[in-house]
C-alpha cells in the first residue's frame, strides 16, 4: 500500500526532475534512494525505507542509472588533438612474431 497520494506522488516526481542540487545536495548530481526518502520525509511528513523507495520508484517507472563519471574540467578538443598527435607517436611499433618461450630458463630450439 502507497503512503503517498496520487497528487503527493505527481509532486515527488517533479521534485525529482528538478534535481538534488535544487535541495541542497550539489556536490554531485545524483539521486540516491537516502536522498529521495528524506526528501519524501522532509516535504510529506512520511516516512519510507530505502527499499521501500525503490519499490515506490520502480512503480512510478523510474529506474537507476548509472552516471558516467567524467571531471568537470574535462576538455574534449584537447583529448582529441592529443590522441591524434602525440598517443600515436608514442605508440611503439610491434615486434614481428618470433619464436618463443614462456619459461625463462628453457631457450626456444631453432
Not at 537507476?64 to 602525440?86: K, S
Request: charged fraction near 30%; proline fraction near 4%.
Amino acid at each position: 500500500m502507497c503512503k503517498l497520494s496520487g497528487a503527493q506522488l505527481e509532486d515527488l516526481q517533479n521534485a525529482l526532475g528538478k534535481g538534488p542540487a535544487t535541495y541542497g545536495w550539489d556536490e554531485d548530481q545524483r539521486w540516491t534512494l537516502a536522498r529521495i526518502a528524506e526528501l519524501i520525509r522532509e516535504r510529506f511528513g512520511v516516512s519510507y525505507t530505502v527499499s521501500g523507495v525503490c519499490y515506490l520508484l520502480h512503480r512510478l517507472g523510474w529506474s537507476w542509472q548509472a552516471p558516467t563519471r567524467r571531471a568537470v574540467e574535462r576538455n574534449e578538443e584537447a583529448i582529441a588533438a592529443w590522441r591524434d598527435e602525440d598517443w600515436l607517436e608514442g605508440k611503439a611499433q610491434r615486434r614481428a612474431w618470433t619464436p618463443g618461450s614462456a619459461s625463462r630458463t628453457r631457450p626456444v630450439k631453432a
